[in-house]
């Protein structure tokens, strides 16, 4: 029977809970004029300029702290608006802004 190659099923088993970026569809890029970094999803083609969630590594942590966690899947960022001295909400996947604080989801 041949030697089994250094990559070998078992250390790619072991890496896989380090590498699940590499499922992460998102890239960080950097905007010069705005001098920032921001985000673009290489599937949809889409940018933000906070940092996407990344996917959780374990999933029996994922499901503890689904509960938890309910806000983490609102995509609302309250802000405060310096110019008009009052918050708005900004989502974090389209960058739409909004005067009024919208829904939370349900739980």
């Known amino acids: 029977e ?8 078992s250390s790619s088993e072991e890496n896989k809970e380090e ?4 499922e992460w ?3 960080e890029k950097y905007n010069e004029k ?3 970094k921001y985000w673009k999803n290489k599937k949809t083609g889409e940018t933000v300029w906070k940092e996407p969630p990344k996917p959780t590594t374990s999933s029996s ?3 503890e702290n689904k509960e938890e966690n309910k806000e983490v899947e609102w995509d609302w960022v309250e802000k405060y608006n310096e110019k008009h001295k009052r918050k708005y909400w900004k989502n974090k996947k ?8 919208p ?4 739980t």
């Open 61 to 63: 942590s994922s499901e």
């Open 94 to 101: 389209t960058g739409e802004t909004v005067w009024k604080e």
């Open 25 to 27: 569809d998102w890239v």
């Open 103 to 106: 829904p939370k989801p349900t």
């Open 34 to 36: 705005h001098k920032r």
């Open 2 to 9: 041949p030697p089994k190659p250094t990559t070998s099923s």
């Open 19 to 22: 590498n699940k970026e590499v």
